[in-house]
Every structure is written in C-alpha cells, then in structure tokens.
C-alpha cells in the first residue's frame, strides 16, 4: 500500500513498507540528514502562507527581532517532514500522525542555512482503539550549520504492526 | 515597520501596524474567513515536502486510514496561517512567534473542502525579558464545512506594546 514517489510519478507502484512499528524502539536515533534553505523558496512559501514582512522582504528582515529576512517557521517544520519521509517515513508502514506537541521556533532560520534533521523515539506504544496500528512518540530536532538548534517539536505517528502489515 | 504583501510585489512599503499587544485582550474571538482546498494543490504541497502516498494518490488514499486522499497536516497549518495572516496578523505589529503547542490533526482535509480558520485568544502577557514586546496565546481551530474541527492548536504570537509601536 506504501510506496516512495518522486517529484515525477506520483502514482509509481507501491514499494513494500520495510519498517512496522516494532522497527521504533524507545531511544532509537535517525539521522534524517541535511537540507539547504534556498533563498527564493523561502520567499516562495511565505508569498503562499506566510507573507509576513520579515519573510519576504531584507529589509523588513533586518529591522525585525529576527535581524534578517528568514523562513517562515512552517516553512522549517515542512522542509523538516521531507527529510523525515525521505530518512525513513517513505520505507516504513506510516499511517499518519495525530498531532504534535512543544513545536519550539528556537532561532532564524536565514538563507544558506543547512539544517539537519534528527529524530529520537521517546514512547512506543499498541494503539488501544486499532488492534493492527502502534504509536511512536518522537522528538524532532532541527540543527543548522552552526549546531544551533532551529526547531524542536514532539509528536506522534502511527504505524501498522508488523502482523499487520504483513497479512 | 510591518506592512501587508501581495504575491506580487512583495517590497510594497509598509502600512502601518494598526494592531498591537493591547487589541488582543484574552477571550477575543476573531474570524478568519475561509479557504477552499484546491486538489492539485494538495499534491504540490505533498509533492515538495510530504511526499507520503496518501497526500499523492487517490488509490492510496482510499486504502489508507483517511479514506482519500487527503492533504498534508502541515499544509493544513500553511493554510490556516496564510488565513491570519490575511485576517490580523498583517495589519498587527506581529514579531513572530516563539513557538505551538498541542497541534491536533482531528480529521482529513479532502480536496474541495472549505475550511474555516478562527483564533480565541487565552491568555496575555508582557514579556519579561523583552519590555516593548508583549506575548499572545490564542487557540485557533480550522472547522470544514460540515463544522467539523479538522485542526487544533495552540500558539505563542509576540507583539509590539503600544508605546514601542507609536514610538
């Protein structure tokens, strides 16, 4: 049912799910890798969603609090999510997410910034009301060059148990 | 220093910041209007950063838990921050914000539903360590068109005092 796409064939035949719940063990680390912020995509996503001065324009940037133009935060949080489904959420029997808990904008992010995208299982746990789903509890940290922590954030994912997913 | 943007012309000078810390006095609501999910747009949105099939796929989305296929959560976020924007936050002396708590993905967004965006503000504060900037918590909830809540969340907006936006 799960499969990896790309930016051409969204509709590529399915690739089995290598990863069931029981591949997220409390404690486990991924590195999800590194991604540029291009400044141009950061205009981009703010003209859709977010056109706040200091996300579009280097002026407004340099005399906000965050002393240039930088990324919208949902702009991070999404550019995050891509690293994440391409670092392991694309292999894995994902299901979905309810919700996200403690999202923290920690510092700009500007253009060039290379972030790095990690997450950490804190909980793993049967999901009472779907016999064949489970729930990961990860923690999500978002780094950029410096070592600087940009965004921290705690959520949940489900995924399909192993006898699930294979029956 | 603030100003609203257009896709267009994103320098456009400034217009002035009507709103400060002090006109979002706790149990204010505010209306956000509405905003109808294109398809395509789903998909551009998963394409580039939540590339899972079920925000891809008709087929998948039909076999996933969602029933269809459905949009991202975060583009559901993206959306409902493009309708603050346009509903206060670009005629408000907004600073950014430090951070979201509990965001809740409550049901599927499907393509051609109509979302309306709302924000209740909880709780105001000054700034301890910042003395012109004051501190907004407000709950928003984006209801589809049945009135059903398909996302909640609650969030930190910082904001000019009035005598830092006048002075």
Redesign the interface.
């Known amino acids: 049912?799960?499969?990896?796409?790309?930016?051409d064939t969204?509709?590529t035949p399915?690739r089995a799910a290598r990863w069931t719940w029981e591949d997220f063990p409390v404690g486990q680390v991924r590195d999800c890798g590194t991604v540029t912020v291009d400044r141009d995509a950061i205009?981009d996503?703010a003209?859709?969603?977010?056109?706040?001065?200091?996300h579009?324009?280097e002026?407004?940037g340099a005399?906000?609090?965050?002393g240039g133009l930088c990324a919208?935060?949902?702009h991070t949080?999404?550019?995050a999510?891509?690293q994440m489904?391409e670092g392991y959420?694309?292999e894995s029997a994902?299901?979905?997410?309810?919700?996200?808990?403690?999202?923290?904008?920690l510092a700009p992010v500007f253009p060039g910034d290379t972030l790095r995208v990690r997450m950490e299982v804190l909980e793993a746990r049967p999901m009472a009301s779907r016999p064949g789903?489970g729930l990961v509890r990860s923690r999500w940290t978002v780094d950029n060059q410096h070592g600087r922590p940009v965004m921290t954030m705690e959520g949940w994912g489900?995924f399909a148990r192993r006898q699930s997913a294979a029956g």
């Open positions: 049912m799960l499969g990896a796409m790309d930016d969204p509709s399915a205009v996503f003209r859709r969603f977010d056109p706040q001065p200091f579009l324009d002026q407004a005399a906000s609090l965050f919208s935060g949902w949080a999404a550019l999510m891509r489904c959420l694309l994902s299901l979905g997410s309810p919700g996200i808990e403690q999202l923290r904008w789903v489900m």
